[in-house]
């Protein structure tokens, strides 16, 4: 193999490129800045890998020995490279070409579904080329040069690929930091209906639904819609979907503070859990809790079924899968907000 250290720094980007990835899926604030902008570098920089990990996998293919003993390993390693340039390709054209969808699946879902699936098999193959590297390449200067300057090689991409955009002005330079792109603004029930995890119960009758709050509060209470609406305030934030679109909206409700102050917080309380009709839930500080509304209304129209009606919840700063729909029950406990998976799992 004529390089064999690409495979351990597509490995070493790509697994930067994960973790940054993931980091941006749990928040839309722009605190969470640094973790697209680190996720874009890597993804450059893995760019910039093809060009000696192209070499790698091209010379092998003329060699009839390498297909007559290890055929298996020549051909993972092409359906790799294939998935990896797929991926990034899926990637860099998200970034810069506009919204678009497949099978009703965004483009930069695709992304990364295809990243998560092909991730066992980029490290499958860095372990079974790794005896062509010798042992002091963990400390040899080289390597570490050649990781900054992967590095460099990935900021400058990403850079000049931001100044092409702006200058050909692509609908890449309109999208959000978080790499989203706006869809029905205000524009009432107008947005995407998406779920998490494809949530979608039967529609919920207004007359029997009830909100339940409950556990480390000095009283119990169930409320009616009607008690919801008498006291609604007014909100404007962006619903920022992880599905690749964010939504500017006025939404109505009453703050998530006065249902609690109602029940009266109990010392020692450590965080809220807003649940769901289907058992979807996600938890919260206390603080956080006090910044958030239970809307029943957007845009001045009752939130939709495929919005949550009769009662979403608003969390700004959040990513769509926290802002839990068909809220039913809310739950003051007394351990704290990480006490859960950071992406819901059922």
């Not at 372990?127 to 900054?148: C, D, I, K, N, Y």
């Not at 939709?304 to 700004?316: I, M, T």
Request: net charge positive.
């Amino acid at each position: 193999m004529a390089y064999p250290w690409a495979n351990v720094f597509i490995l070493i980007m790509g697994g930067l490129s994960l973790l940054t990835g993931f980091l941006g899926l749990m928040g839309s604030s722009p605190d969470w800045a640094i973790a697209f902008h680190l996720h874009r570098v890597s993804g450059f920089a893995l760019v910039a890998l093809l060009f000696w990990k192209g070499r790698n996998v091209l010379i092998p293919l003329t060699s009839k020995v390498r297909w007559k003993r290890r055929p298996a390993l020549l051909l993972g390693s092409i359906a790799i490279f294939l998935l990896l340039l797929a991926a990034l390709a899926l990637g860099i054209g998200w970034s810069h070409g506009g919204y678009f969808a497949y099978l009703r699946i965004s483009g930069v879902s695709w992304h990364i579904y295809l990243s998560l699936f092909l991730s066992p098999f980029v490290v499958w193959h860095t372990v079974a080329h790794s005896w062509t590297l010798r042992p002091r390449f963990w400390v040899e200067r080289r390597s570490f040069l050649r990781l900054a300057g992967l590095s460099v090689a990935g900021l400058a991409l990403w850079r000049a690929g931001e100044l092409a955009a702006d200058a050909l002005e692509l609908p890449g330079e309109n999208r959000r930091f978080t790499g989203s792109y706006e869809r029905g603004s205000f524009g009432g029930n107008g947005f995407p209906t998406t779920s998490w995890l494809n949530d979608d119960p039967a529609p919920v009758d207004r007359d029997t639904w009830r909100l339940n709050v409950s556990g480390m509060v000095r009283h119990d209470m169930v409320f009616e819609l009607t008690h919801l609406a008498r006291s609604r305030e007014r909100v404007t934030a962006v619903l920022d979907c992880t599905g690749g679109w964010h939504s500017t909206q006025e939404w109505e409700g009453i703050p998530l503070k006065k249902i609690l102050e109602s029940a009266g917080v109990e010392s020692g309380a450590g965080s809220v859990t807003v649940r769901s009709v289907t058992g979807y839930q996600r938890r919260f500080s206390l603080t956080e809790a006090d910044q958030y509304l239970l809307a029943t209304h957007v845009g001045g129209e009752p939130i939709s079924h495929g919005h949550g009606f009769p009662v979403r919840l608003v969390a700004p700063g959040k990513r769509g899968f926290e802002w839990v729909k068909w809220v039913d029950s809310v739950n003051v406990n007394d351990t704290g907000k990480w006490w859960q998976p950071p992406v819901p799992l059922t």
